[in-house]
């Protein structure tokens, strides 16, 4: 059974910065498509970012976009989310997700397995 374990998350001030992580159990050979999603309170869960297996090819969206940064770490399947000048309307909970495609996706559909996410609070 996969798992993927979040952490990073906390409470930060409007302008802040943060860096969640995302490393799943057990030992993996293969890399997969990542992506990072949240889900704020009332709302439905949106798409954040997503990274190709290479790590060569990255989505945002258009709310994150040049704030936010994904990135994977030398170990496999492990990602980041670094977090720049965090706005209160970045308050969610953030989710890490592993694609069973091999094309970067938005869509939340395509990720089959997800984490138990980690809240992001931020403060004016």
């Known amino acids: 059974q996969v798992q993927l374990v979040e952490s990073g998350g906390g409470l930060v001030q409007a302008g802040g910065s943060l860096r969640l992580s995302c490393a799943p159990s057990?030992?993996?050979?293969?890399?997969?498509?990542m992506g990072w999603f949240r889900q704020a309170p009332g709302k439905e869960r949106e798409f954040v970012a997503a990274i190709s297996r290479s790590g060569e090819t990255t989505y945002y969206s258009d709310s994150v976009k040049g704030r936010f940064t994904i990135s994977r770490g030398n170990a496999m399947n492990i990602i980041y989310l670094q977090m720049n000048s965090l706005k209160p309307e970045d308050t969610a909970v953030y989710y890490c997700?592993?694609?069973?495609?091999?094309?970067?996706?938005?869509?939340?559909?395509?990720?089959?397995?997800w984490g138990q996410g980690t809240q992001v609070i931020v403060s004016t």
């Open positions: 997700a592993r694609s069973g495609l091999s094309t970067v996706s938005k869509a939340d559909d395509a990720y089959n397995y």
């Open positions: 057990g030992r993996t050979f293969i890399r997969y498509v």
